[in-house]
């Protein structure tokens, strides 16, 4: 059915989600029903979940699954910035761009029937919105009754140590955990809080294909939707502070980004700043500074992805005796505040701000909270990998050689380039590479840096070797099927294998080998 002109009768008045299609209505119906009545309080819970994201719904299900009297409450939708505004909607973009690509790189690369014309960018905005609708029971206020939580929708604010107030009741707790998320960050460019930008919080509610589009930032929220936009047929450019985008990725994987997306087209602007940003009503005006030359530029469209910002405001953290700064909540390493009855996680205190990292962090919580730390741990023993899904994909686990070096940690780096992977050859996806880093003279792995065309699928084989302490030489000794891109792995071991085949060692296998002749 066509969207609606106006907002639909039950739909929440602080819900702005566009349009007002029946996929939406369906995501808000399951996410932010509407006159949802609020439960009785209990006496005192044993858990109360602030923040309905990841990190709170993960917590809130494994505590109450425990058996605990949990209370979960959320101010907007459930489901957080990943199932709304994040890795769901993002994902699917990323898929219908690299499908449009696939499409027309069939003939040059393949040899198939010519592609012409345009493509129906409404069309893939329309199946974003059903396949996140269609998710969404899974992150549903129902659900989460269903498992005997107390859900409140509303905002919360601390009014002492052990209480929380919500609408007209207060609640109190044995523990509470803060998991309150972090929204898009506003750059101070003059000009800019007066203009119609969109954040990853708006741009897919987009039903039209901006003709240019400007983005600010280029991290990985940057590079991902600017190289799907260019897919799609945008002229976009990257304005960016950093010499290489992806600024926290190994330079040489950074490198093989910025070629990939300059051959699409996108325009990369590095070490520039922006002086201003105006709107006219119909475009955008965007005054750049930029290796000592000035530069204008007009877009129909502007996307701010300079970083994220932790919800931190409205919590009245102070009352609770709960330690905050521009960062987010502070926390220890077991994920609590300055009040040992509170605990923060997910991204409103932690660096990493992933869905994966968010997931770990509540399984870490609920022991460390509910149970002295039975079954928990410490946030610094996680390894956690991190992907942009770029074409190709960046991945990383581990240690990068900044960090190592910043520790004290001397290393020996391998490198294999997929060029040689008889799989990605085929497929024509031959660019990228694998960077182990070992610590010096032994095969234990330390981190390891992937540039592939599924780089995020392959990472996990390097997670668990660092995460169970298995070398390069035992991986290598793991039989990958051919053909295949995780071939690399095994390629990896062999280079370490000849590089630790030393001239001394080459002198006893001869005299060996003498002996028996």
């Given at each position: 059915m066509p969207p609606h002109d106006t907002v639909p009768a039950d739909w929440p008045s602080d819900v702005a989600l566009f349009p007002y299609d029946d996929a939406n209505a369906q995501l808000v119906r399951t996410v932010a029903p509407k006159g949802w009545p609020p439960?009785?309080?209990?006496?005192?819970?044993?858990?109360?979940?602030?923040?309905?994201?990841?990190?709170?719904l993960v917590?809130?299900?494994?505590?109450?699954?425990?058996?605990?009297?949990?209370?979960?409450i959320e101010r907007h939708l459930f489901g957080g910035d990943c199932l709304n505004f994040g890795c769901v909607p993002s994902k699917a973009i990323i898929r219908a761009a690299r499908a449009w690509t696939e499409a027309r790189r069939a003939t040059s690369q393949f040899g198939g029937p010519p592609v012409t014309g345009e493509g129906d960018f409404g069309a893939v905005m329309a199946r974003l919105r059903r396949l996140r609708a269609d998710i969404s029971h899974v992150d549903g206020v129902e659900r989460?009754?269903?498992?005997?939580?107390?859900?409140?929708?509303?905002?919360?604010?601390?009014?002492?140590?052990?209480?929380?107030?919500?609408?007209?009741?207060?609640?109190?707790?044995?523990?509470?955990?803060?998991?309150?998320?972090?929204?898009?960050?506003?750059?101070?460019?003059?000009?800019?809080?007066?203009?119609?930008?969109?954040?990853?919080?708006?741009?897919?509610?987009?039903?039209?294909?901006?003709?240019?589009?400007?983005?600010?930032?280029?991290?990985?929220?940057?590079?991902?939707?600017?190289?799907?936009?260019?897919?799609?047929?945008?002229?976009?450019t990257v304005v960016h502070a950093d010499v290489q985008v992806l600024p926290r990725e190994d330079a040489d994987a950074a490198a093989i980004v910025a070629t990939s997306l300059e051959a699409e087209g996108v325009h990369l602007i590095n070490e520039a700043r922006i002086e201003r940003v105006s709107?006219?009503?119909?475009?955008?005006?965007?005054?750049?500074?930029?290796?000592?030359?000035?530069?204008?530029?007009?877009?129909d469209s502007l996307l701010v992805a300079t970083g994220r910002t932790p919800n931190v405001e409205g919590l009245n953290l102070e009352a609770a005796e709960v330690l905050y700064t521009r960062q987010g909540v502070t926390v220890d390493d077991r994920l609590r505040t300055t009040n040992p009855r509170v605990y923060a996680i997910g991204d409103v205190s932690s660096r990493l701000q992933f869905t994966h990292m968010a997931d770990a962090?509540?399984?870490?919580?609920?022991?460390?909270?509910?149970?002295?730390?039975?079954?928990?741990?410490?946030?610094?023993?996680?390894?956690?990998?991190?992907?942009?899904?770029?074409?190709?994909?960046?991945?990383?686990?581990?240690?990068?050689?900044?960090?190592?070096?910043?520790?004290?940690?001397?290393?020996?780096?391998?490198?294999?380039?997929?060029?040689?992977?008889?799989?990605?050859?085929?497929?024509?996806?031959?660019?990228?590479?694998?960077?182990?880093?070992?610590?010096?003279?032994?095969?234990?792995?330390?981190?390891?840096?992937?540039?592939?065309?599924?780089?995020?699928?392959?990472?996990?084989?390097?997670?668990?070797?660092i995460t169970q302490g298995v070398g390069l030489g035992a991986l290598g000794k793991t039989?990958?099927?051919?053909?295949?891109?995780?071939?690399?792995?095994?390629?990896?071991?062999?280079?370490?294998?000849?590089?630790?085949?030393?001239?001394?060692?080459?002198?006893?296998?001869?005299?060996?080998?003498w002996l028996f002749r």
């Open positions: 439960p009785v309080p209990k006496d005192r819970y044993d858990m109360v979940v602030i923040g309905a994201g990841t990190a709170g917590s809130a299900a494994i505590a109450a699954g425990l058996g605990a009297r949990v209370a979960l989460f009754r269903a498992l005997g939580i107390d859900v409140f929708l509303g905002e919360a604010a601390f009014n002492g140590q052990d209480t929380v107030r919500v609408g007209d009741a207060t609640l109190r707790f044995r523990r509470a955990i803060i998991a309150t998320g972090a929204r898009a960050a506003r750059p101070p460019i003059p000009g800019l809080a007066d203009t119609p930008y969109d954040t990853n919080e708006s741009i897919f509610s987009a039903t039209e294909r901006p003709n240019r589009l400007v983005v600010i930032g280029g991290g990985p929220i940057g590079a991902e939707l600017a190289q799907s936009f260019a897919r799609f047929g945008s002229r976009v709107h006219d009503g119909s475009q955008f005006t965007v005054d750049v500074m930029g290796k000592g030359a000035e530069l204008r530029l007009d877009a962090q509540a399984r870490l919580v609920v022991a460390n909270a509910l149970f002295f730390g039975i079954g928990g741990g410490r946030v610094s023993a996680l390894v956690v990998p991190r992907v942009t899904y770029t074409d190709p994909e960046v991945a990383h686990v581990g240690l990068t050689v900044e960090e190592a070096a910043a520790a004290g940690q001397t290393i020996d780096t391998i490198r294999v380039d997929l060029d040689d992977n008889d799989r990605a050859r085929l497929d024509g996806d031959a660019h990228g590479f694998l960077k182990v880093h070992l610590a010096t003279g032994s095969d234990r792995i330390l981190g390891a840096t992937l540039v592939a065309s599924h780089a995020g699928e392959m990472i996990g084989e390097m997670s668990v070797a039989i990958h099927p051919y053909p295949t891109q995780s071939e690399i792995f095994r390629r990896a071991a062999d280079a370490w294998r000849k590089r630790a085949f030393t001239s001394r060692a080459r002198t006893l296998f001869a005299a060996w080998f």
